[in-house]
């Protein structure tokens, strides 16, 4: 009999141990740290589970509640509605919402790259091309000296700013040359 208490005692030893381990790797766990929701949720999911089969108190709302606290920046506004809900969601539900706040950022994400990316085409594409028209006026503001030729209020040369006023207007904006294209 005493070694079955002996036994007992060095499981139950064991178990507080492991369950402080394992309480504190719940309290720390953060969504920084996983790829995406479900894998946050998952680890949270089997912390919760670990700390259930070793006696531990089982609390749905501090599962909800810690994994409010362990999101990230792009997930505030969810978490606190998540908080502010009363009763609090279940661990089910609350998944539910980040997963589809998840979505949601990922759609905005692709439609912010889609827009940047048609609005650098459109820039490229409204710009003429490298030496397109770098011959076009060749020559002609050698005979219109006089004629705003380089004035402020003139267009006389490919300058910013220059564009096609006057008649010696030689080229427009950049000149035609992407390299000059403003980077963003």
């Known amino acids: 009999m005493e070694a079955w208490d002996r036994l007992r005692e060095l499981f139950q030893d064991n178990c507080n141990s492991c369950a402080l381990a394992i309480e504190h790797d719940f309290s720390h ?3 920084r740290d ?4 479900p894998a946050y949720c998952q680890r949270l999911k089997s912390l919760s589970d670990q700390l259930k089969s070793i006696g ?3 609390s749905g709302s501090r599962l909800v ?3 409010v606290l362990g999101l990230s920046e792009a997930y505030k ?3 606190t509605n998540i908080r502010q809900s009363k009763p609090l969601p279940s661990f089910t539900e609350s998944c539910s919402s980040l997963r589809l706040e998840e979505k949601a950022l990922a759609e905005m ?3 912010s790259q889609s827009a940047m990316v048609a609005a650098s085409s459109r820039e490229f594409d409204d ?3 490298y030496g397109e028209h770098s011959g076009h006026n060749k020559g002609r503001n050698k005979h219109s000296k006089g004629h705003n030729s380089g004035k402020k209020n003139g267009g006389g040369g490919r300058g910013n700013g220059g564009g096609k006023s006057g008649r010696g207007g030689g080229g427009r904006g950049n000149g035609g040359n992407p390299a000059a294209l403003p980077v963003q």
Do not use: C, F, H, I
């Open 29 to 31: 766990v953060k969504m």
């Open 34 to 37: 996983y790829p995406n929701v």
């Open 56 to 58: 531990a108190p089982d």
């Open 65 to 67: 509640l810690q994994r």
């Open 77 to 79: 506004t969810v978490g």
């Open 109 to 111: 994400y692709e439609d």
């Open 127 to 129: 710009s003429p091309s």
